[in-house]
């Protein structure tokens, strides 16, 4: 570190040169520890670090079992009731009735209820009748009817009773689906490509890559105790279906021109009050090599991942120091012991990756996506959906990265009955564009960190622009995504959103209201994007909960009005004048 002067200070005399004062030298500052385990050692730096290394995360499940699910809610320890029970899918929800401007003023235990947000991860698999009643029985039976798609291909109930917990894992271990890391500090449920194994234009089969990962890391006390959550995408289908710049690692399917198809290895992305997109290595992965390259990413993040400020603790910050060729070579020399090869990128997509639809199968048999109003799907619609798979002769279903589902292996002759059966459950394969395009995080409603409503503003917004913009959107050549967000966290993704609604209590004409940020022209890689891009915001422009559908519908006609041939939502909001915007 250089050293730091002070300004020399003048004689008594008044005199300069040799008589002078001698110059005051600072110490050098103490550099502090970031809590990076091969460098710092493993001690550990906040509580949070503490509590994972004073009890094994992993092991508070028979505690819940044994204890907690006996004894009640009031028995439950603080740090396992806080920390721990999020190695397997459980938070507290937030008590009814506390409105957005406490959220930021009130203690967790304050905000917090009696009753849990459990999350069951999906991990790409595919859910058969079986597995698709079961979780409709535990919607309910203990979540009193709710159950939610997120954009992690997670379900999610809410009002879960610790005292369920025993009973809602038999059930869920009979069809082969689990809770474990599904929160916390750990490697999080995985997103894989909704229709693997199926599509006629796959590349390769992501499948067993994430089936061998499973079956050897997942519940692996050695990767219970990351720095912060690990967000897992694997795909093989040129839609580019996971969106894959915004996970900890990704694989996407690609064809080397010499070794065939494999995997493009992607790092550090994630979004959050700090967006970065992950970046790609440049190194072709086999599928035999996949998982040892999941396991020596994920362990560069635990051994070097900085742990002493929980804001600054996810791979991406590693990664922004150390760069991309750097991280490339400490995980071939100390993690995988071989170089592996150069690759090339993912072509850009040529479709939607939310799969809406019908689509013919490579085996003659048809997939389906379909679009429930933002993820909301409950016990009701998941058993009419087993049903429905087993009476027309389906597989059964996978969960996408957009909140929608997608039958899988409908007989050609069964597809229209599919079809007209989606209807009632409150799913279809024939959104309008703001139904298929709109996804919201959970909200105010259950979520202690949210400000604002998301779920059912958002379907009040998605009512409100197919009744006005009938005239407009039958013009437009692709979806306009709309993300709704109740923090500043991005849990719905808001900064890659062609229009992402940030949650805050907004001030209007002196009076305090729940309101939105805009983040303007995001997005992905995907058809008509070669290329990642966050989305901006206009200064001063934020809009009321009440009149989001007032602005969506104005900016969207502005588009329609003044953009030229070709041009994407996107292009246009990063070019319009701010005045177009607001």
């Known amino acids: ?168 894992w038999r059930r869920l271990d009979a069809v082969g689906l689990e809770t474990t890391t599904a929160c916390g500090d750990s490697p999080r449920g995985f997103l894989g490509s909704p229709v693997a194994g199926i599509a006629a234009d796959e590349i390769i089969d992501p499948t067993p890559v ?119 070579d400490v995980l071939e020399t100390e993690y995988l012991g071989y170089r592996l090869p150069d690759g090339p990128p993912p072509a850009p997509a040529t479709r939607p990756g939310d799969h809406v639809g019908v689509h013919e199968q490579k085996d003659g048999r048809y997939y389906v996506g379909a679009a429930p109003v933002v993820g909301r799907v409950g016990g009701h619609t998941l058993t009419g959906l087993a049903d429905l798979v087993e009476r027309v002769g389906a597989d059964g279903a996978r969960l996408t990265a957009h909140q929608k589902v997608v039958v899988l292996g409908v007989p050609a002759d069964r597809v229209d009955e599919l079809l007209d059966g989606l209807e009632p459950l409150g799913l279809t394969a024939r959104p309008s564009l703001f139904r298929r395009s709109t996804i919201a995080c959970t909200g105010i409603e259950f979520c202690k960190l949210a400000i604002v409503d998301t779920k059912d503003t958002a379907a009040r917004v998605i009512t409100e622009l197919e009744e006005r913009l009938g005239d407009v959107t039958g013009r437009l050549e692709r979806p306009i995504e709309l993300n709704v967000n109740g923090c500043p966290n991005s849990c719905a993704r808001i900064q890659t959103a062609d229009i992402g609604l940030k949650g805050q209590i907004i001030t209007v004409d002196g009076e305090q209201m729940p309101g939105f940020q805009v983040h303007l022209g995001g997005g992905l890689v995907g058809a008509g994007r070669d290329a990642g891009e966050l989305g901006r915001t206009v200064r001063g422009l934020k809009v009321p909960a009440a009149e989001v559908g007032d602005y969506v519908e104005r900016v969207v006609r502005r588009y329609d009005a003044e953009h030229t041939a070709d041009e994407t939502f996107a292009q246009w909001a990063h070019r319009a004048d701010e005045e177009a915007l607001r």
């Open 210 to 328: 994430i089936l061998e990962i499973k079956r050897r890391y997942i519940g692996d006390p050695e990767l219970a105790n990351l720095p912060r959550k690990f967000k897992t995408a694997i795909t093989g289908h040129p839609s580019l279906d996971v969106v894959h710049e915004i996970n900890d690692i990704s694989l996407v399917g690609v064809i080397h021109p010499e070794l065939g198809p494999g995997y493009d290895l992607w790092v550090g992305g994630a979004l959050s009050t700090t967006p970065r997109l992950g970046e790609r290595l440049g190194v072709f992965v086999t599928e035999d090599q996949a998982p040892d390259v999941w396991h020596g990413v994920i362990r560069i993040f635990r051994d070097y991942g900085y742990r002493r400020l929980r804001n600054k603790a996810r791979l991406k910050f590693l990664l922004a120091d150390w760069g991309t060729e750097r991280f490339r």
């Open 1 to 168: 570190m250089t050293t730091q002067t002070s300004t020399p200070a003048p004689a008594a005399t008044g005199e300069t040169g040799e008589h002078a004062a001698p110059e005051r030298v600072r110490p050098p500052r103490a550099t502090r520890p970031n809590g990076q385990w091969k460098v710092d050692g493993t001690a550990p730096l906040n509580h949070n670090e503490v509590f994972k290394q004073e009890a094994a995360p992993l092991g508070v499940r028979e505690r819940i079992e044994t204890t907690y699910a006996r004894d009640g809610f009031d028995s439950i320890a603080d740090d396992d009731l806080h920390g721990r029970f999020r190695w397997w899918g459980l938070y507290t929800q937030r008590k009814p009735g506390i409105d957005g401007g406490r959220t930021a003023t009130l203690e967790p235990h304050e905000l917090e209820d009696r009753y849990f947000m459990l999350r069951v991860r999906s991990d790409g698999q595919v859910l058969d009748p079986a597995a698709l009643r079961v979780l409709g029985g535990i919607s309910a039976d203990f979540a009193r009817g709710s159950a939610d798609i997120t954009d992690r291909q997670n379900i999610q109930y809410h009002w879960i009773e610790i005292e369920s917990m025993p009973e809602i």
